[in-house]
């Protein structure tokens, strides 16, 4: 990847906590420019709710256009109460699934790790999720969040609804690859998740997967049906390394792989597409009822930022000590309400943030 001395990045923040969460999350990024030398030039847009409010459309052109130009893309979070009745067209959701699909963001990469000082906040047994290190590779752009919606009325008066669940060879392929060179990296081993036994798309998924195998040969493969993916996520995580799957069973059990660790609130996400471009955002949602308050989690937001050093910008030292500054504050047992046992000595959005700035400038980060 080539090392830029300007980088732009896109910032939606989009509705509920996601200004706040992702105010932290710029105030790093701005750290890590400083410390590293390079500049960061920030750019505003709007999507999801507040964009319906504002411009009539839950992705405005002009916020496409402001992505289009940038080096990756930094997302808060969309949705709420507020927009639920509204018809699908005008859903907060639409625009993140409608950016996605213009972006050509494929590739869905959702890490679930169990960090040992929150052991305690999982709900599962200590010894069950001590340990926990795996991905979820998710596809995004096809399978029946994308396909064609019908509702219309039955001959007995009824109303039918129906959702076409398809997908193309080439694009099972494209996200199998992705999967197979990430678990190439770490222990070899990759679940491909599907349901052959009732779905034509899962068998042709798992058709392709075994061709695709041929060219890793030093990738273990195994298949595993969606249902008995979600009983062994809960039963025995530690046995997955990398999980791939299509776009709705991996929005699923990356959510549940998400809640091993204890808190939905410290998971990051990237949505990556081809070469080094990316949307990142925290796997959690707007959480409307605590919005404003400023008690919400920024760390999965920070840890997006994170990953988008990483991945687009090429700063892989720098992604390193921003991980590493939020891994030292959770180690001091400084904590949010989402993952405080004692509630009393939560500490807030801002406040958490400004610990995990004073690590990082703790650490040596290079360009």
Request: aromatic share 6%; glycine share 12%.
């Given at each position: 990847m080539e090392k830029k001395n300007t980088y732009k990045i896109a910032v939606l923040p989009g509705d509920g906590i996601g200004p706040e969460i992702v105010a932290e999350a710029v105030k790093v990024l701005g750290a890590v420019?400083?410390?590293?030398?390079v500049t960061i030039e920030f750019e505003y847009g709007r999507i999801g709710g507040i964009a319906i409010d504002t411009d009539g459309t839950p992705l405005p052109e002009e916020t496409l256009e402001i992505a289009k130009r940038a080096d990756a893309v930094l997302l808060g979070a969309v949705g709420g109460p507020k927009w639920d009745q509204n018809p699908g067209h005008l859903r907060p959701e639409t625009g993140l699934l409608g950016i996605r699909k213009a972006l050509g963001l494929f590739a869905n990469i959702r890490p679930a790790t169990m960090h040992p000082s929150l052991v305690d906040a999982s709900s599962l047994k200590p010894e069950v999720v001590s340990g926990v290190d795996l991905i979820v590779v998710r596809e995004l752009t096809g399978g029946i969040y994308f396909g064609e919606k019908k509702r219309y009325a039955a001959?007995?008066?009824?109303?039918?609804?129906?959702?076409?669940?398809?997908?193309h060879e080439a694009e099972i392929e494209r996200i199998l690859r992705v999967a197979f060179e990430l678990a190439r990296k770490r222990s070899r081993r990759l679940v491909s998740v599907d349901k052959a036994n009732v779905l034509e798309s899962s068998r042709l998924w798992r058709k392709v997967a075994e061709r695709v195998a041929a060219d890793y040969p030093d990738v273990e493969l195994s298949h595993m049906l969606v249902d008995?993916?979600?009983?062994?996520?809960?039963?025995?995580?530690?046995?997955?390394?990398?999980?791939?799957?299509?776009?709705?069973?991996?929005d699923i059990l990356s959510d549940q792989a998400a809640m091993l660790?204890?808190?939905?609130?410290?998971l990051a996400s990237a949505s990556l597409a081809e070469g080094s471009f990316g949307l990142y955002e925290p796997v959690h949602g707007s959480a409307p009822d605590i919005a404003g308050k400023g008690i919400a989690n920024p760390?999965?937001?920070?840890?997006?930022?994170a990953m988008l050093l990483r991945h687009s910008l090429g700063l892989d030292e720098a992604a390193a000590a921003v991980e590493q500054a939020v891994w030292a504050v959770l180690e001091a047992g400084h904590r949010t309400g989402d993952i405080a046992q004692d509630k009393s000595k939560a500490l807030g959005t801002v406040e958490i943030g400004q610990l995990v700035l004073n690590e990082l400038a703790k650490r040596t980060v290079k360009k």
């Open positions: 420019a400083e410390q590293t030398g001959a007995d008066g009824g109303e039918v609804a129906e959702d076409l669940l398809i997908y008995s993916c979600a009983m062994q996520l809960v039963r025995a995580p530690k046995q997955f390394d990398v999980i791939v799957t299509e776009n709705m069973f991996g660790t204890g808190s939905i609130g410290m760390l999965a937001t920070i840890l997006s930022a």
